[in-house]
């Protein structure tokens, strides 16, 4: 909580989950896989365009024609079957409703979540905190690179399980500290703790950072 604090001090709330709406949060969640968000700010504006702004809408797309919309996020026919397998969950077992699908406790839900085709733990968690307003902390390369240069790490195993975990151990269970910071690590890692070349001098998580208090150049 300390690290959130200084970022957040730092930063400022920053409001995620990128989305105009919960369908363009879900299926940006999908979308950002191996994908830059501005590839996938341009794959769900072609999406607006076409007038596919919700899962029936998916649901009744062919395929191919879904795939070339969301072309710009890359791994466009992968991409297509995932965004079709959870508009058919979605359409097939609640007759289109996000609402009656999130109506479920969080551990059930994210159950159901993962057993979707293309959803793994990370687009899970996307989806609970920001699209079904359910508290789930998500873990992505930037926090696990962060927390590592900071000198913080899961005791033990060192998976996706272990590292919320680790979170959920030392962080509130509340669902708007969960959001801001994961959006704040992202927003970290932009401005200073880069994968290639951190820039320690002046990081605001630079006292307690072990990484940067042996990189950092003397005051």
């Not at 390369?141 to 005791?155: F, H, K, L, N």
Request: aromatic share 10%; with cysteine.
């Amino acid at each position: 909580m300390d690290i959130y604090r200084r970022l957040l001090d730092a930063y400022g709330p920053q409001g995620w989950w990128p989305g105009d709406s919960r369908f363009e949060m879900i299926a940006g969640a999908i979308l950002t896989q191996a994908a830059a968000w501005r590839n996938v700010e341009l794959a769900l504006a072609n999406l607006r365009t076409a007038g596919i702004d919700d899962w029936p809408a998916v649901h009744a797309l062919e395929v191919e024609a879904l795939a070339e919309l969301v072309r710009p996020s890359g791994y466009y026919n992968a991409k297509a079957r995932k965004l079709k397998a959870f508009a058919a969950r979605v359409c097939v077992e609640y007759d289109g409703s996000l609402d009656a699908m999130f109506a479920a406790d969080s551990a059930a839900l994210r159950e159901e979540l993962l057993g979707i085709h293309g959803i793994g733990p990370e687009t899970a968690d996307d989806i609970l905190v920001y699209a079904a307003g359910k508290p789930s902390f998500v873990i992505d390369a930037y926090t696990i690179r962060i927390m590592r240069r900071v000198g913080i790490s899961p005791d033990g195993r060192d998976n996706y399980d272990a590292w919320q975990a680790m979170f959920y151990a030392g962080v509130p269970a509340d669902i708007h500290v969960y959001n801001e910071y994961h959006a704040l690590l992202d927003r970290h890692h932009k401005e200073a703790c880069t994968k290639n070349a951190p820039r320690c001098d002046g990081c605001c998580l630079l006292e307690v950072c072990e990484t940067g208090r042996t990189t950092a150049r003397p005051v």
